[in-house]
């Protein structure tokens, strides 16, 4: 298998052009005439005709080009200028001067960070752009933050597959999941829904930290991450992507996008992937992750009337079903493996099918000034599982409408947004401890009911002071009256300094079976306590942003500080004992506070560099005594590098991440062989990727976990899951081993 890698690996650096052939080099340097004016042209373009080969001039003009055999037109070029064709014979170095091209208009080409913040914005906002998320496999959203310091993403348990994100040192419940400012993934779809939206499908990813605006929502406690689909309007004609790794997984993605006429728009997104070798590479007997097959599909229209008025209406389906457990068991049901014979495997089965529909409408008055629009979103989840012995079949229906009234105040430094929302969620779950003991059955059936109002003010002085301030009123059926200020500023200190802060509250509807039903792999009891409150959390924070020129380049630097302090909270209690879980409402203080510097800067032309350092202190009052929040890293450290060659015709790109120490919940009285270090040690994560460019196609190689580091004996007393100490849910460090992957991007652009 290694030969293989290897031979992959050189196969793929050396352009699938075979052997080297006897070459020679090509020198010269390019100046330009500019009103008889002689100068050197710095990054002038030099390449040899109908080829991707090619360079750039340094600082003093001059170029180094290597020439083989069928090349000898070589082309300069350099934007504002007249291009020049010379032939190449014989003669090795050449003078060349282009002369100044009149034009009636002119295209300014520039590269963009992959992510970057808006020096415009008021919040605090990291913008992760497509070409960014071409930088690792990114299968899915799970995976699309390799490369970004703000967010990480784990594992939550060592048997089920579901992942979870961290943002401010908290978890993904007090995060706000949109997919083009349409909250989503919410109760059901919590554990698995970063794997509901493939990478090929994704154009874009907003990452907003601390308390969002009130528009769309009283959720979003540490902040929102909000996807934008590829849209018909400006998307490829034909997108296809293959993705194939050395642990069975492959999966296809096809996009196409079709104009019908001036006005509409459509677009299929389609993907299917399998995980089909069951792998355990820590030999527990345990699948490592889980035998997958997922079907996931859109269908959108856009509507153009050209006159101020745009709708968009779509469908989404999905279909995942997911087995894990012990690697023997293949059954669809606990009882095809003859529960209770000494041959008893322990099986895990989720079986998901989700149904979406969602319509948008806007419409720009004459004034161009003023605006109304409609988002209107229903989604139906429906999931059947089970966990070895235990029993979980939930439906939920949701339903999600915002109307939006936007306008100024006398002029556009004055603007203001209002208008009404309506959501409600209906579920319908059922709890099977034993399925061999019905009468143990538990209904969790419950409705929420929640219209709402909303205004939001911003002010602005351009270039200078930029304020947010707004308010929303929430009428829940189960908690009363909602009240959800935020406030958001901006100020630019110099042309090169920006500060800005944020300050406001939000609320979360706990979800308990639903965001946690991964500790139904293991033997713990559930104790969930009567008249769970809503929890609810203040949020402020502050971040100061430097961009300052060295050596003709910009290095930008940014620090950072957010603090969440909870009022009320649930508490998912795995302390008190080895064999149960207690989930109740917070009785005492819990807080986050979370500090991050970052800076960004090309170090060579071609060659970007991100370093960044985050440090959490999580806390909160278990059982009366305020500890550390188990299994968070209290540090956090990433660098990556990324070199794109001149034309960009390669791409290599290579990330290392630091994670801290951090609590693990106790198990000093299980028995020897199942107890568990109380902390765990610091380790890193290395991945890396190379990508070959040609013209409409393009063909990856990379690598994950490349040290190979994983967590030991991730899954405690996986020799006995039917016993007393089974559990497969302290988990902090990776399961999977280092993981090869190679894939396939192909698109037709539009123009």
Same mark, same amino acid.
């Given at each position: 298998?290694?030969?293989?890698i290897i031979?992959?690996?050189l196969?793929?650096?050396?352009?699938?052009?075979?052997?080297?052939?006897?070459?020679?080099?090509?020198?010269?340097?390019v100046?330009?005439?500019?009103?008889?004016?002689?100068?050197?042209?710095?990054?002038?373009?030099?390449?040899?005709?109908?080829?991707?080969?090619?360079?750039?001039?340094?600082?003093?003009?001059?170029?180094?080009i290597?020439?083989?055999?069928?090349?000898?037109?070589?082309?300069?070029?350099?934007?504002g200028?007249?291009?020049?064709?010379?032939?190449?014979?014989?003669k090795?170095?050449?003078?060349?001067?282009?002369?100044?091209?009149?034009?009636?208009e002119?295209?300014?080409?520039?590269?963009?960070?992959?992510?970057?913040?808006?020096?415009?914005?008021?919040?605090?906002k990291?913008n992760?752009?497509?070409?960014?998320?071409?930088?690792?496999?990114?299968?899915?959203?799970?995976?699309?933050?390799e490369t970004?310091?703000?967010?990480?993403v784990?594992y939550?348990?060592?048997?089920?597959?579901?992942?979870?994100?961290?943002?401010?040192?908290?978890?993904?419940n007090?995060v706000?999941?949109?997919?083009?400012?349409i909250p989503?993934?919410?109760?059901?779809?919590?554990?698995?829904?970063?794997?509901?939206?493939?990478g090929?499908?994704?154009?874009?990813?907003?990452?907003?930290?601390?308390?969002a605006?009130?528009?769309?929502?009283?959720?979003?406690l540490?902040?929102?991450?909000?996807?934008?689909?590829?849209?018909p309007?400006?998307?490829?004609?034909?997108?296809?992507?293959?993705?194939a790794?050395?642990?069975g997984?492959?999966?296809?993605?096809?996009?196409?996008?079709?104009?019908?006429?001036?006005?509409?728009t459509?677009?299929?997104?389609?993907?299917?992937?399998?995980?089909?070798?069951s792998?355990d590479?820590?030999?527990?007997?345990?699948?490592?992750?889980?035998?997958?097959?997922?079907?996931?599909f859109?269908?959108?229209?856009?509507?153009?009337?050209?006159?101020?008025?745009?709708?968009?209406?779509?469908?989404?389906?999905?279909?995942?079903?997911?087995?894990?457990?012990?690697?023997?068991?293949?059954g669809?049901?606990?009882?095809?493996q003859n529960?209770?014979?000494?041959?008893?495997?322990?099986?895990?089965?989720?079986?998901?099918?989700?149904?979406e529909?969602?319509?948008?409408?806007?419409?720009?008055?004459?004034?161009?000034?003023?605006?109304?629009?409609l988002?209107?979103?229903?989604?139906?989840?429906?999931?059947?599982?089970?966990?070895g012995?235990?029993?979980?079949d939930?439906?939920?229906?949701?339903?999600?409408?915002?109307?939006?009234?936007?306008?100024?105040?006398g002029?556009?430094?004055?603007?203001?947004?209002?208008g009404?929302?309506?959501?409600?969620?209906?579920?319908?779950?059922?709890?099977?401890?034993?399925?061999q003991?019905?009468?143990?059955?538990? !209904?969790?059936?419950? %409705?929420?009911?929640?219209? #709402? @109002?909303?205004?939001?003010?911003?002010? &602005? $002085?351009?270039? =200078?002071?930029?304020?947010i301030?707004?308010?929303?009123?929430?009428?829940?059926?189960?908690?009363?009256?909602?009240f959800?200020?935020?406030?958001?500023?901006?100020?630019?200190?110099?042309?090169?300094?920006?500060?800005?802060?944020s300050?406001?509250?939000?609320?979360?509807?706990?979800?308990?079976?639903?965001?946690?039903?991964?500790?139904?792999?293991?033997?713990?009891?559930?104790?969930?306590?009567?008249? !769970?409150?809503?929890? %609810?959390?203040?949020?402020? #924070? @502050?971040?100061?942003t430097?961009?300052? &020129? $060295?050596?003709? =380049?910009?290095?930008?630097?940014?620090?950072?500080?957010?603090?969440?302090?909870?009022t009320?909270?649930?508490?998912?209690d795995?302390?008190?004992?080895v064999?149960?879980?207690?989930?109740?409402?917070?009785?005492?203080?819990?807080?986050?506070?979370?500090?991050?510097?970052e800076?960004k800067?090309?170090?060579?032309?071609?060659?970007?560099?991100?370093?960044?350092?985050?440090?959490?202190?999580?806390?909160?009052?278990?059982?009366? %005594?305020?500890?550390?929040?188990p299994?968070?890293?209290?540090?956090?450290?990433? $660098?990556?590098?990324?070199?794109s060659?001149?034309?960009?015709k390669?791409?290599?790109?290579f990330?290392?991440?630091?994670?801290?120490?951090?609590?693990?919940?106790?198990?000093a009285?299980?028995?020897?062989?199942?107890?568990r270090?109380d902390a765990f040690?610091?380790?890193?994560?290395?991945?890396?990727?190379?990508?070959?460019?040609?013209?409409?196609?393009?063909?990856?190689?990379?690598?994950e976990?490349?040290?190979?580091?994983?967590?030991?004996?991730?899954?405690?007393?996986?020799?006995d899951?039917?016993g007393?100490?089974?559990?497969?849910?302290?988990?902090?460090?990776?399961?999977?081993?280092?993981r090869?992957y190679?894939?396939?991007?192909?698109?037709?652009?539009?123009e």
């Amino acid at each position: 298998m290694n030969r293989i890698i290897i031979v992959s690996i050189l196969f793929l650096l050396t352009g699938f052009s075979g052997f080297a052939q006897a070459n020679k080099e090509i020198t010269g340097v390019v100046k330009a005439n500019d009103k008889n004016k002689i100068t050197e042209l710095v990054g002038a373009n030099v390449y040899w005709a109908n080829t991707q080969t090619g360079t750039v001039t340094d600082f003093n003009g001059q170029f180094v080009i290597e020439q083989t055999s069928g090349n000898q037109l070589l082309v300069v070029s350099y934007i504002g200028y007249q291009a020049d064709t010379i032939h190449v014979t014989d003669k090795q170095h050449f003078e060349v001067v282009l002369k100044s091209d009149e034009l009636d208009e002119v295209l300014v080409a520039g590269k963009k960070a992959g992510s970057h913040m808006s020096r415009l914005d008021p919040m605090t906002k990291v913008n992760i752009t497509g070409a960014e998320l071409c930088k690792a496999a990114c299968c899915n959203l799970s995976e699309s933050f390799e490369t970004n310091a703000s967010v990480d993403v784990s594992y939550s348990d060592a048997a089920t597959g579901a992942k979870q994100i961290q943002l401010l040192g908290l978890s993904g419940n007090y995060v706000q999941m949109m997919t083009e400012n349409i909250p989503n993934f919410r109760g059901l779809a919590t554990l698995y829904g970063l794997n509901y939206i493939p990478g090929a499908w994704m154009e874009s990813i907003q990452i907003s930290k601390g308390t969002a605006t009130v528009i769309n929502g009283y959720e979003a406690l540490t902040g929102q991450i909000n996807v934008e689909y590829k849209k018909p309007v400006n998307s490829e004609k034909f997108f296809l992507n293959l993705y194939a790794n050395n642990t069975g997984r492959w999966e296809s993605n096809v996009n196409g996008s079709i104009h019908l006429n001036d006005k509409w728009t459509t677009a299929i997104l389609a993907h299917y992937s399998e995980d089909q070798k069951s792998t355990d590479d820590n030999d527990d007997g345990f699948r490592d992750e889980p035998l997958l097959k997922q079907l996931n599909f859109i269908n959108r229209w856009d509507y153009n009337n050209k006159k101020g008025f745009t709708s968009q209406i779509g469908i989404k389906v999905l279909d995942e079903n997911r087995l894990g457990g012990q690697r023997g068991f293949e059954g669809s049901q606990p009882s095809d493996q003859n529960v209770g014979l000494p041959n008893q495997l322990y099986g895990i089965n989720i079986d998901t099918r989700r149904y979406e529909g969602f319509y948008k409408a806007g419409y720009l008055f004459d004034d161009e000034m003023s605006s109304v629009a409609l988002v209107a979103n229903y989604a139906y989840h429906e999931q059947n599982s089970f966990y070895g012995r235990k029993q979980y079949d939930a439906e939920q229906r949701s339903f999600y409408a915002n109307l939006i009234f936007q306008s100024i105040i006398g002029n556009e430094n004055n603007k203001y947004s209002t208008g009404l929302s309506f959501q409600s969620d209906e579920f319908d779950e059922v709890l099977t401890m034993d399925f061999q003991q019905p009468d143990q059955r538990q !209904l969790l059936n419950r %409705e929420e009911i929640v219209p #709402g @109002a909303f205004f939001q003010y911003t002010y &602005n $002085v351009p270039n =200078r002071f930029t304020l947010i301030a707004g308010g929303r009123v929430d009428f829940h059926n189960n908690f009363g009256t909602l009240f959800t200020p935020r406030i958001h500023a901006k100020y630019n200190i110099a042309p090169n300094t920006i500060l800005r802060a944020s300050a406001g509250k939000g609320y979360h509807t706990p979800n308990v079976l639903a965001e946690n039903s991964y500790l139904l792999a293991s033997s713990r009891q559930i104790n969930i306590a009567n008249n !769970l409150d809503q929890e %609810e959390a203040w949020n402020y #924070g @502050a971040n100061i942003t430097q961009y300052i &020129n $060295v050596a003709g =380049r910009e290095l930008t630097l940014n620090a950072e500080f957010y603090r969440t302090d909870f009022t009320n909270q649930l508490i998912v209690d795995a302390d008190q004992s080895v064999d149960a879980v207690y989930f109740y409402n917070l009785d005492g203080d819990s807080y986050a506070n979370n500090f991050q510097i970052e800076g960004k800067y090309e170090l060579l032309r071609g060659l970007d560099l991100v370093a960044a350092w985050r440090l959490n202190d999580v806390k909160a009052t278990y059982s009366g %005594e305020l500890k550390d929040r188990p299994l968070i890293s209290r540090a956090k450290g990433l $660098v990556n590098l990324s070199y794109s060659t001149p034309l960009k015709k390669w791409q290599f790109d290579f990330t290392t991440q630091f994670n801290g120490k951090g609590r693990v919940p106790s198990t000093a009285t299980n028995p020897v062989e199942y107890q568990r270090q109380d902390a765990f040690d610091p380790y890193q994560i290395v991945n890396s990727q190379v990508t070959k460019y040609f013209r409409k196609w393009n063909v990856y190689l990379g690598v994950e976990n490349l040290g190979n580091f994983k967590q030991d004996n991730p899954i405690i007393a996986g020799d006995d899951p039917f016993g007393d100490y089974f559990d497969s849910s302290l988990i902090w460090g990776p399961i999977m081993g280092r993981r090869v992957y190679f894939g396939l991007r192909f698109s037709i652009d539009r123009e």
